[in-house]
């Protein structure tokens, strides 16, 4: 069996590990990520595309942030349709903050080239990845690599695994705690090279149910319609998504979207869920293998970001001499985790169509959404939230 060491042994390639493995080489730790997949498969997976000023910060921190700030779409403003009206929340008057579009996908590109330049170590389609030793002060992960049997030794396992990986399933069951709430629909998302409806993106409230515009460029459009739990993408034809998606939209709005033919199609549950605590001795849980979050809030890929933000620092602080930072990470993450969950549970319940709404409810959802949109002070709890809670390091 090979056997190798590094500091920090990072499980999973995606935004959490590679955002960890570049703010640790910043910090002049040393780190090794394990991927399962290939690095195309990661860089093919459609999700997030907005990011909060806290990843832009955490970005720029690492490095990686130049395309970003080149080709990222700085938005001051979200919209809200109901009732077939447009009402725009203005981000930029009420928090003096704005919210930046840019794809995960491009976020996971530039975080892995800046890697591969750094000659920075990080093994893909790694199989049979086993975490052990961490309840102890000898932590190792384990895999085979083209069927040869590997050994990494390190101080400290980083589950930057996601929520099927492999870390949070290798802590014994009575060490944690998890909260979990699973929505009755999902999301159907296509990706077109159209440009985008609006400027701005535009979440949507509708008796057909819920619908999103939004885009990765002036010229790529991503859209979102709600679709029941049991829906397959693959029964819908591109004819079928617009129409969807028109009958969702203001009138004015749906007669301007331009559409074209989808380049990805595919559909994402929803659940809320948090698993605590984020520690076990020498493995830290970061984003998605510690926490989900229904899309609708966009915190998701920003929850995973403020994760690896105040991991990074705690881990370069043990070095340095101090255990503070390890010993507070998981309380000081779950503060604004749950927060994040709350704003995230709360856009989602007031946006979508519920089997069971019936109609008080869904004047309970009117007039939330009336409220909102003529109370500055509502309008604000949701663009502070939106924009992102601050992130205490
Ligand atoms: P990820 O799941 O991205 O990455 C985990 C990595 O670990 C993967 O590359 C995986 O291959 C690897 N891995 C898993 N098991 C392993 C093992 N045993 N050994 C080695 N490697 C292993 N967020 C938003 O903000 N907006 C959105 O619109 C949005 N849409 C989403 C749609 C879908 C279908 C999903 C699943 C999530 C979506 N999210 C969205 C959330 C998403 O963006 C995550 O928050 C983000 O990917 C979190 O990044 P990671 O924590 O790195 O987890
Ligand atoms: C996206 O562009 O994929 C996106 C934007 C905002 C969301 C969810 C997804 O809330």
Redesign the pocket.
């Known amino acids: 069996m090979a056997s190798t060491r590094t500091q920090v042994a990072i499980?999973?390639?995606?935004?959490?590990?590679?955002?960890l493995g570049a703010l640790l080489a910043r910090a002049g730790v040393d780190a090794v990520i394990?991927?399962?997949?290939s690095a195309d498969?990661?860089l093919g997976?459609?999700?997030?595309?907005?990011l909060e000023q806290v990843t832009v910060d955490l970005l720029d921190e690492a490095g990686v942030s130049g395309r970003l700030h080149a080709e990222g779409l700085p938005h001051d403003g979200v919209n809200l349709a109901f009732d077939g009206v447009l009402h725009r929340i203005d981000l930029k008057a009420l928090t003096g903050k704005h919210v930046v579009v840019y794809g995960?996908t491009e976020v996971?590109r530039d975080l892995m080239e800046a890697r591969a330049a750094a000659g920075l170590r990080t093994v893909y389609e790694?199989q049979d990845?086993?975490v052990h030793g961490f309840d102890g002060g000898q932590p190792f992960v384990s895999?085979t690599l083209r069927g040869e049997p590997h050994m990494l030794q390190c101080d400290f396992i980083a589950g930057?695994?996601?929520?099927?990986?492999?870390?949070r399933?290798s802590v014994p069951a009575e060490a944690l705690q998890t909260h979990e709430k699973v929505y009755p629909f999902g999301?159907l998302?296509i990706l077109a090279d159209v440009p985008p409806v609006a400027h701005e993106l535009i979440y949507a409230h509708s008796e057909h149910g819920f619908a999103l515009c939004?885009m990765r460029s002036a010229a790529r459009s991503?859209y979102?319609v709600q679709c029941a739990l049991d829906d397959h993408a693959e029964r819908w034809s591109d004819e079928a998504f617009w129409a969807e998606l028109k009958r969702r939209l203001p009138a004015d709005v749906a007669a301007q979207v331009l559409t074209g033919p989808s380049i990805e199609k595919?559909?994402?549950?929803l659940r809320s869920f948090v698993a605590e605590p984020m520690r076990f001795g020498r493995l830290f849980l970061?984003?998605?293998?510690?926490h989900?979050?229904p899309?609708t809030?966009?915190?998701?890929?920003?929850?995973?970001a403020g994760?690896v933000g105040l991991l990074s620092r705690a881990l370069a602080e043990f070095y340095g001499g101090s255990s503070r930072g390890i010993d507070t990470y998981s309380e000081r993450c779950l503060q604004r985790v749950w927060k994040a969950e709350r704003f995230s549970w709360w856009f989602t319940s007031l946006m979508h169509r519920f089997p069971d709404t019936g109609s008080f409810g869904q004047r309970m959802q009117h007039a939330e959404l009336s409220y909102l949109v003529s109370s500055e002070a509502a309008s604000k709890a949701l663009a502070e939230n939106y924009v992102g809670l601050p992130l205490a390091f």
């Not at 394990?34 to 997949?37: A, F, I, K, L, S």
């Open positions: 499980v999973g390639a995606g935004p959490s590990g590679l955002l394990v991927e399962q997949r498969y990661v997976r459609i999700r997030a595309g907005v995960q996971t790694a990845v086993a895999y930057c695994d996601g929520y099927h990986g492999v870390c399933a999301w998302g939004s991503r979102y595919s559909i994402a549950p970061a984003g998605d293998a510690a989900i979050v899309p809030g966009a915190k998701g890929l920003n929850l995973a994760d």
